[in-house]
């Protein structure tokens, strides 16, 4: 073994794993990712050697030829016969992951991608986040098995009026349960309505209360019910305005997703985070929602 202040070169042909390597160095096998992604196959001693980075590099995802950006994935529902647009059948979820997964993904957690834009820490190279919408019970039934099999994390957004009203919600029981799978539960509002608009005929005093409903409210109520501190928000619809954003902040909340489409470097905006809906059924569309690296020319 030889080691310096940045790397550790392990002998290859000691047949160590890799996640005891993560364990040993940096405390948990959840970062074997900084080991697999040090590895050079072009470098000469590749075959002979395991790098171990000592220190991280590329904080924000910046790089001398270009910066990283996290797409992030809008789901909703995962019924076999539902002809919703907003339905994804599971045998196509499935082949989602499945590329997810041979193509060296990882999913991070709300925390991982707050450092990540703050410029706090290195996050994998190619990090996604897999987000679903509105409290289903199929999240539960169907997609949380299927990420739990490939290791995957997901965001389950709820708003709170939803929640246990009929057997195709999720309950708050069923919400602590996926907290104890390792999934994170965000906000999604109180009753989901459009929040970047007054309703008809509603005057200026209710719109501001129906905000503080939505936005105050949603995040306190869940909170409470599963002892959390909810970081981050998923606006209705995706659609905000100022006085949206600007409330959220002050309810505590540190990001917000929208549903515009396309990555988000370290330098996006936290609290208007884009976001791809994944509308389309076919595997090819998918892929063009993948976008983790923008290169910069160098002349």
Request: aromatic share 12%; proline share 5%; glycine share 6%.
């Amino acid at each position: 073994m030889y080691q310096s202040k940045k790397y550790v070169l392990y002998p290859r042909d000691q047949g160590v794993d890799l996640k005891d390597l993560a364990r040993q160095y940096y405390g948990s096998e959840r970062e074997i990712w900084r080991i697999e992604d040090a590895h050079d196959p072009h470098s000469p001693g590749s075959a002979a050697f395991i790098t171990i980075p000592l220190k991280e590099k590329n904080k924000g995802g910046l790089f001398a030829n270009g910066y990283q950006g996290v797409p992030i994935l809008c789901y909703h529902k995962f019924l076999p016969n539902d002809p919703s647009p907003l339905n994804t059948p599971p045998d196509i979820f499935r082949q989602h992951l499945t590329f997810l997964k041979d193509n060296g993904f990882r999913t991070i957690s709300p925390d991982m991608l707050l450092d990540f834009l703050r410029f706090r820490r290195q996050i994998p190279k190619k990090s996604v986040m897999v987000t679903i919408d509105d409290g289903y019970k199929s999240g539960l039934k169907t997609a949380a098995p299927i990420l739990l099999e490939f290791g995957f994390s997901a965001i389950f957004f709820i708003y709170t009026d939803y929640i246990g009203v009929s057997d195709k919600a999720l309950t708050w029981q069923d919400l602590r349960r996926l907290k104890a799978d390792g999934f994170y539960i965000g906000s999604h509002s109180t009753s989901h309505s459009d929040l970047s608009r007054k309703l008809e005929e509603e005057t200026n005093e209710e719109y501001q209360k129906r905000l503080y409903k939505e936005i105050v409210l949603s995040k306190q109520t869940i909170d409470r019910k599963l002892n959390q501190n909810t970081i981050i928000f998923s606006f209705p619809y995706g659609r905000y305005n100022k006085h949206v954003m600007a409330l959220s902040r002050k309810a505590g909340y540190e990001m917000a997703v929208t549903v515009d489409r396309g990555g988000n470097p370290f330098f996006s905006n936290p609290l208007a985070l884009k976001r791809d809906m994944i509308l389309n059924k076919d595997i090819k569309t998918f892929k063009t929602r993948l976008h983790t690296f923008t290169e910069l020319s160098l002349k």
